[in-house]
Protein backbone atom coordinates (compact mmCIF):
# COMPACT_ATOMS: atom_id res chain seq x y z
CA UNK A 1 0.00 0.00 0.00
CA UNK A 2 0.88 3.49 -0.78
CA UNK A 3 -0.56 5.30 2.61
CA UNK A 4 1.84 6.68 5.01
CA UNK A 5 2.06 4.31 8.25
CA UNK A 6 1.25 5.70 11.31
CA UNK A 7 1.77 3.58 14.76
CA UNK A 8 0.42 4.10 17.76
CA UNK A 9 -0.05 2.56 21.27
CA UNK A 10 -2.11 2.28 24.53
CA UNK A 11 -0.87 1.10 27.85
CA UNK A 12 -4.18 -1.86 29.26
CA UNK A 13 -3.00 -0.52 32.60
CA UNK A 14 -5.96 1.12 34.10
CA UNK A 15 -8.64 -1.21 32.02
CA UNK A 16 -10.90 1.22 31.48
CA UNK A 17 -10.07 4.46 29.08
CA UNK A 18 -10.53 7.62 30.18
CA UNK A 19 -12.26 10.25 28.41
CA UNK A 20 -8.74 11.75 28.10
CA UNK A 21 -7.71 8.80 26.25
CA UNK A 22 -10.42 8.78 23.90
CA UNK A 23 -10.59 12.17 23.00
CA UNK A 24 -7.43 12.96 22.99
CA UNK A 25 -5.79 9.78 21.43
CA UNK A 26 -8.32 6.86 20.19
CA UNK A 27 -10.32 9.37 18.37
CA UNK A 28 -7.57 10.22 16.46
CA UNK A 29 -6.73 6.69 15.81
CA UNK A 30 -9.68 5.96 14.30
CA UNK A 31 -9.60 8.98 12.06
CA UNK A 32 -6.46 8.10 10.72
CA UNK A 33 -7.67 4.85 9.65
CA UNK A 34 -9.45 6.26 6.66
CA UNK A 35 -6.14 7.63 5.44
CA UNK A 36 -2.83 5.47 6.80
CA UNK A 37 -1.80 2.11 6.63
CA UNK A 38 -2.07 2.05 10.74
CA UNK A 39 -0.85 -0.16 12.98
CA UNK A 40 -2.37 0.03 16.86
CA UNK A 41 -0.68 -1.92 19.93
CA UNK A 42 -1.79 -2.31 23.18
CA UNK A 43 1.74 -1.98 24.89
CA UNK A 44 1.68 -4.95 27.73
CA UNK A 45 5.50 -4.80 27.83
CA UNK A 46 5.40 -1.17 28.79
CA UNK A 47 2.45 -2.39 31.05
CA UNK A 48 5.53 -4.18 33.59
CA UNK A 49 7.09 -1.20 34.03
CA UNK A 50 5.65 -1.09 37.00
CA UNK A 51 3.95 -3.88 39.17
CA UNK A 52 1.35 -5.72 37.67
CA UNK A 53 -1.39 -8.49 38.94
CA UNK A 54 -0.92 -11.23 35.79
CA UNK A 55 -4.63 -11.68 35.79
CA UNK A 56 -5.40 -8.31 35.65
CA UNK A 57 -3.53 -7.62 33.25
CA UNK A 58 -4.10 -10.01 30.65
CA UNK A 59 -7.82 -9.00 31.45
CA UNK A 60 -6.91 -5.58 31.53
CA UNK A 61 -5.01 -6.36 27.42
CA UNK A 62 -8.64 -7.98 25.96
CA UNK A 63 -10.80 -5.49 27.56
CA UNK A 64 -8.02 -2.65 26.05
CA UNK A 65 -8.20 -4.12 22.83
CA UNK A 66 -11.98 -4.42 22.88
CA UNK A 67 -12.63 -1.09 23.89
CA UNK A 68 -10.57 0.23 20.77
CA UNK A 69 -12.92 -1.97 18.88
CA UNK A 70 -15.65 -0.91 20.52
CA UNK A 71 -14.67 2.65 19.36
CA UNK A 72 -14.32 2.22 15.79
CA UNK A 73 -10.54 0.54 15.30
CA UNK A 74 -11.67 -1.60 12.04
CA UNK A 75 -9.33 -5.00 12.24
CA UNK A 76 -10.22 -5.37 8.76
CA UNK A 77 -8.09 -1.96 7.73
CA UNK A 78 -5.94 -1.57 11.11
CA UNK A 79 -3.40 -4.23 12.57
CA UNK A 80 -4.51 -4.67 16.07
CA UNK A 81 -2.48 -6.56 18.36
CA UNK A 82 -1.06 -6.96 21.72
CA UNK A 83 2.55 -6.30 22.00
CA UNK A 84 3.84 -9.38 23.71
CA UNK A 85 2.42 -11.41 20.83
CA UNK A 86 5.06 -9.82 19.11
CA UNK A 87 8.57 -10.93 20.09
CA UNK A 88 9.97 -8.78 17.96
CA UNK A 89 9.19 -5.86 20.49
CA UNK A 90 11.32 -7.04 22.90
CA UNK A 91 14.22 -8.33 20.10
CA UNK A 92 14.82 -5.11 18.81
CA UNK A 93 14.20 -3.45 22.50
CA UNK A 94 17.69 -4.85 23.16
CA UNK A 95 19.12 -3.73 19.83
CA UNK A 96 18.07 -0.26 20.52
CA UNK A 97 19.26 -0.27 24.23
CA UNK A 98 22.84 -1.56 23.10
CA UNK A 99 22.69 1.99 21.16
CA UNK A 100 21.45 3.85 23.79
CA UNK A 101 23.80 6.14 26.02
CA UNK A 102 23.92 6.16 29.90
CA UNK A 103 23.08 10.15 30.05
CA UNK A 104 20.88 10.40 27.16
CA UNK A 105 18.66 7.78 28.57
CA UNK A 106 18.70 9.75 31.64
CA UNK A 107 17.78 13.09 30.32
CA UNK A 108 14.05 11.94 29.82
CA UNK A 109 12.33 13.83 31.92
CA UNK A 110 9.53 12.08 31.86
CA UNK A 111 11.40 9.48 33.68
CA UNK A 112 12.45 11.60 36.17
CA UNK A 113 8.60 12.84 36.79
CA UNK A 114 8.08 8.88 37.62
CA UNK A 115 10.83 8.22 39.39
CA UNK A 116 11.09 11.15 41.44
CA UNK A 117 7.82 9.86 44.01
CA UNK A 118 10.01 6.48 44.44
CA UNK A 119 13.36 5.38 46.16
CA UNK A 120 16.04 4.21 43.56
CA UNK A 121 15.14 0.49 44.59
CA UNK A 122 11.93 0.79 44.08
CA UNK A 123 11.99 1.59 40.45
CA UNK A 124 12.64 -0.81 38.03
CA UNK A 125 15.16 -0.43 35.04
CA UNK A 126 12.53 -0.50 32.56
CA UNK A 127 10.70 2.17 33.89
CA UNK A 128 14.24 3.47 32.64
CA UNK A 129 14.54 2.06 29.36
CA UNK A 130 10.77 2.17 28.60
CA UNK A 131 11.34 5.15 25.91
CA UNK A 132 13.65 2.88 24.27
CA UNK A 133 11.38 0.05 23.84
CA UNK A 134 9.11 2.30 22.15
CA UNK A 135 11.88 3.40 20.02
CA UNK A 136 11.80 -0.14 19.04
CA UNK A 137 8.24 -0.59 18.71
CA UNK A 138 8.07 2.18 16.45
CA UNK A 139 10.98 1.43 14.26
CA UNK A 140 10.23 -2.18 13.39
CA UNK A 141 7.46 -1.23 11.10
CA UNK A 142 9.24 1.44 9.37
CA UNK A 143 6.88 3.99 10.73
CA UNK A 144 6.24 7.57 9.22
CA UNK A 145 3.97 8.71 11.26
CA UNK A 146 3.75 8.60 14.87
CA UNK A 147 0.56 10.68 16.77
CA UNK A 148 2.16 11.94 19.45
CA UNK A 149 0.79 14.56 22.54
CA UNK A 150 3.47 16.79 24.11
CA UNK A 151 4.47 15.01 26.78
CA UNK A 152 6.11 12.34 24.04
CA UNK A 153 7.94 14.55 21.45
CA UNK A 154 10.86 13.59 23.71
CA UNK A 155 10.84 10.26 23.34
CA UNK A 156 10.07 10.59 19.65
CA UNK A 157 13.38 13.18 18.98
CA UNK A 158 15.32 10.08 21.11
CA UNK A 159 13.56 7.29 18.54
CA UNK A 160 14.90 9.58 15.81
CA UNK A 161 17.93 9.72 17.08
CA UNK A 162 18.28 6.10 17.50
CA UNK A 163 17.03 5.57 14.16
CA UNK A 164 19.73 7.88 12.58
CA UNK A 165 22.79 6.19 14.37
CA UNK A 166 22.05 2.93 13.75
CA UNK A 167 21.77 4.02 9.84
CA UNK A 168 25.04 6.08 10.40
CA UNK A 169 26.66 2.78 11.64
CA UNK A 170 25.16 0.16 10.28
CA UNK A 171 23.53 1.13 6.83
CA UNK A 172 20.15 2.17 6.26
CA UNK A 173 17.89 0.45 7.69
CA UNK A 174 15.12 2.02 9.52
CA UNK A 175 13.23 4.94 8.37
CA UNK A 176 13.49 7.69 10.39
CA UNK A 177 9.86 8.60 11.83
CA UNK A 178 8.02 11.88 11.97
CA UNK A 179 5.57 13.47 14.97
CA UNK A 180 2.28 13.24 13.31
CA UNK A 181 0.24 16.62 14.84
CA UNK A 182 -3.24 15.60 14.85
CA UNK A 183 -5.51 18.50 14.18
CA UNK A 184 -8.81 19.20 16.85
CA UNK A 185 -7.28 16.78 19.17
CA UNK A 186 -8.24 17.65 22.74
CA UNK A 187 -6.59 17.99 26.15
CA UNK A 188 -9.07 16.95 28.82
CA UNK A 189 -8.85 18.50 31.93
CA UNK A 190 -9.36 16.88 35.37
CA UNK A 191 -13.11 17.85 36.33
CA UNK A 192 -11.85 18.30 39.90
CA UNK A 193 -8.49 20.53 39.08
CA UNK A 194 -8.97 21.72 35.15
CA UNK A 195 -5.62 22.80 35.90
CA UNK A 196 -4.27 19.20 35.22
CA UNK A 197 -5.09 16.90 32.91
CA UNK A 198 -7.60 14.13 33.13
CA UNK A 199 -5.07 11.31 34.30
CA UNK A 200 -5.35 8.12 35.21
CA UNK A 201 -3.52 8.38 38.45
CA UNK A 202 -6.19 11.00 39.39
CA UNK A 203 -9.57 9.05 39.87
CA UNK A 204 -12.10 11.55 41.40
CA UNK A 205 -11.76 13.98 38.17
CA UNK A 206 -11.77 11.32 35.73
CA UNK A 207 -14.84 9.82 33.22
CA UNK A 208 -14.40 6.38 32.29
CA UNK A 209 -15.48 4.52 29.64
CA UNK A 210 -16.43 2.02 31.66
CA UNK A 211 -18.58 2.83 34.59
CA UNK A 212 -21.57 3.36 35.20
CA UNK A 213 -22.56 6.74 33.20
CA UNK A 214 -24.51 7.25 35.88
CA UNK A 215 -21.44 7.75 37.84
CA UNK A 216 -19.65 9.64 35.12
CA UNK A 217 -23.09 11.65 35.04
CA UNK A 218 -22.79 12.35 38.60
CA UNK A 219 -18.99 13.40 38.53
CA UNK A 220 -19.72 15.86 35.57
CA UNK A 221 -22.60 17.81 37.64
CA UNK A 222 -20.17 17.94 40.54
CA UNK A 223 -17.16 19.32 38.21
CA UNK A 224 -15.06 21.84 39.41
CA UNK A 225 -16.54 25.09 37.22
CA UNK A 226 -15.53 28.80 38.12
CA UNK A 227 -16.89 32.19 39.25
CA UNK A 228 -19.43 34.01 37.49
CA UNK A 229 -22.49 32.00 36.01
CA UNK A 230 -22.08 32.48 32.14
CA UNK A 231 -21.20 29.62 30.51
CA UNK A 232 -18.67 30.95 28.33
CA UNK A 233 -15.30 29.44 26.80
CA UNK A 234 -12.15 30.88 28.25
CA UNK A 235 -9.24 28.93 29.68
CA UNK A 236 -7.84 31.38 31.72
CA UNK A 237 -10.64 32.71 33.88
CA UNK A 238 -12.98 30.02 33.37
CA UNK A 239 -10.95 26.77 32.71
CA UNK A 240 -13.51 24.36 34.55
CA UNK A 241 -16.37 25.48 32.14
CA UNK A 242 -14.00 25.65 29.00
CA UNK A 243 -13.20 21.63 29.65
CA UNK A 244 -16.90 20.85 29.88
CA UNK A 245 -17.42 22.45 26.71
CA UNK A 246 -14.22 21.11 25.05
CA UNK A 247 -15.99 17.85 25.87
CA UNK A 248 -19.14 18.60 24.48
CA UNK A 249 -18.48 19.27 21.24
CA UNK A 250 -16.14 16.72 20.85
CA UNK A 251 -18.74 14.43 21.82
CA UNK A 252 -21.40 16.12 19.66
CA UNK A 253 -19.40 17.66 16.88
CA UNK A 254 -21.31 21.05 18.09
CA UNK A 255 -18.76 24.22 17.37
CA UNK A 256 -18.61 25.80 20.75
CA UNK A 257 -19.37 29.15 20.11
CA UNK A 258 -22.64 27.55 18.90
CA UNK A 259 -23.08 25.60 22.29
CA UNK A 260 -22.14 28.95 24.41
CA UNK A 261 -24.77 31.09 22.16
CA UNK A 262 -27.53 27.84 23.56
CA UNK A 263 -26.58 28.28 26.56
CA UNK A 264 -26.95 32.16 26.97
CA UNK A 265 -29.21 33.25 29.91
CA UNK A 266 -28.56 29.43 31.18
CA UNK A 267 -26.35 28.65 34.30
CA UNK A 268 -23.58 26.20 34.68
CA UNK A 269 -26.01 23.64 36.00
CA UNK A 270 -28.12 23.18 32.72
CA UNK A 271 -24.76 22.69 31.01
CA UNK A 272 -23.76 19.70 33.29
CA UNK A 273 -26.61 18.49 33.34
CA UNK A 274 -27.17 18.18 29.82
CA UNK A 275 -23.36 16.90 29.30
CA UNK A 276 -24.21 13.95 31.82
CA UNK A 277 -26.86 13.26 28.91
CA UNK A 278 -24.23 13.32 26.07
CA UNK A 279 -21.90 11.31 27.57
CA UNK A 280 -24.71 8.88 28.67
CA UNK A 281 -25.75 8.46 25.27
CA UNK A 282 -22.14 8.26 23.47
CA UNK A 283 -21.47 5.46 25.84
CA UNK A 284 -24.33 3.20 26.19
CA UNK A 285 -23.45 1.73 22.62
CA UNK A 286 -19.99 1.64 23.48
CA UNK A 287 -20.24 -0.51 26.52
CA UNK A 288 -22.59 -2.70 24.85
CA UNK A 289 -19.91 -3.15 22.04
CA UNK A 290 -17.28 -3.77 24.59
CA UNK A 291 -19.30 -6.56 26.66
CA UNK A 292 -20.44 -8.38 23.49
CA UNK A 293 -16.41 -9.01 22.75
CA UNK A 294 -15.91 -9.76 26.12
CA UNK A 295 -18.91 -12.23 25.85
CA UNK A 296 -17.06 -14.13 22.81
CA UNK A 297 -13.62 -14.72 23.88
CA UNK A 298 -12.89 -16.45 20.69
CA UNK A 299 -13.73 -14.07 18.68
CA UNK A 300 -11.54 -11.49 19.89
CA UNK A 301 -8.72 -13.95 20.35
CA UNK A 302 -9.16 -14.40 16.58
CA UNK A 303 -8.89 -10.84 15.66
CA UNK A 304 -5.91 -10.18 17.96
CA UNK A 305 -3.87 -13.47 16.40
CA UNK A 306 -4.74 -11.92 13.00
CA UNK A 307 -3.51 -8.25 14.10
CA UNK A 308 -0.46 -10.45 15.53
CA UNK A 309 0.50 -12.07 12.35
CA UNK A 310 0.03 -9.00 10.24
CA UNK A 311 2.29 -7.28 12.75
CA UNK A 312 5.06 -9.95 12.68
CA UNK A 313 4.75 -10.06 8.53
CA UNK A 314 6.37 -6.35 8.65
CA UNK A 315 8.31 -7.21 12.07
CA UNK A 316 10.26 -9.83 11.24
CA UNK A 317 11.10 -8.65 8.36
CA UNK A 318 12.92 -5.10 9.87
CA UNK A 319 14.27 -7.22 12.32
CA UNK A 320 15.67 -10.09 10.52
CA UNK A 321 17.77 -6.76 8.42
CA UNK A 322 18.65 -5.33 11.39
CA UNK A 323 20.15 -8.60 12.80
CA UNK A 324 21.98 -9.28 9.57
CA UNK A 325 23.60 -6.00 9.86
CA UNK A 326 25.17 -6.07 13.02
CA UNK A 327 27.13 -9.45 12.36
CA UNK A 328 23.93 -11.70 14.05
P1 LIG B 1 -2.68 8.69 31.50
O1 LIG B 1 -2.13 10.06 31.25
O2 LIG B 1 -4.02 8.68 32.11
O3 LIG B 1 -1.67 7.83 32.22
P2 LIG B 1 -1.80 7.42 29.09
O4 LIG B 1 -0.48 8.03 29.33
O5 LIG B 1 -1.92 5.94 29.10
O6 LIG B 1 -2.89 8.04 30.07
O7 LIG B 1 -2.34 8.00 27.71
C1 LIG B 1 -2.68 7.25 26.58
C2 LIG B 1 -3.00 8.22 25.47
O8 LIG B 1 -4.04 9.10 25.84
C3 LIG B 1 -1.82 9.10 25.08
O9 LIG B 1 -1.80 9.25 23.67
C4 LIG B 1 -2.11 10.42 25.74
O10 LIG B 1 -1.55 11.52 25.06
C5 LIG B 1 -3.63 10.46 25.71
N1 LIG B 1 -4.15 11.22 26.86
C6 LIG B 1 -4.04 10.85 28.16
N2 LIG B 1 -4.63 11.74 28.95
C7 LIG B 1 -5.13 12.71 28.15
C8 LIG B 1 -5.86 13.92 28.38
N3 LIG B 1 -6.20 14.30 29.61
N4 LIG B 1 -6.23 14.68 27.33
C9 LIG B 1 -5.90 14.29 26.08
N5 LIG B 1 -5.21 13.17 25.79
C10 LIG B 1 -4.82 12.38 26.80
NA1 LIG C 1 0.52 9.59 30.73
Given at each position: TSRPRVLSGIQPTAGSFHLGNYLGAVRQWVALQESHDAFYCVVDLHAITVEQDPKTLRQNSRVSAAQLLALGIDPERSALFVQSHVPEHAQLGWVMQCLTGFGEAGRMTQFKDKSARQTADHVGVGLFTYPILQAADILLYQT????????????????RDLAQRFNKRYGKTFRVPEAYIVKDTAKIYDLQDPAAKMSKSVPAGMVELLEDPKRSAKKIRSAVTDAGREVVFDVVEKPGVSNLLTIYSALTGRAVPELEADYAGRGYGDLKKDLGEVFTEFVTPVQARVAAYLDDPAELDKVLARGAERAREVASVTLARAYERIGF
Open positions: QFVPVGEDQRQHLELT
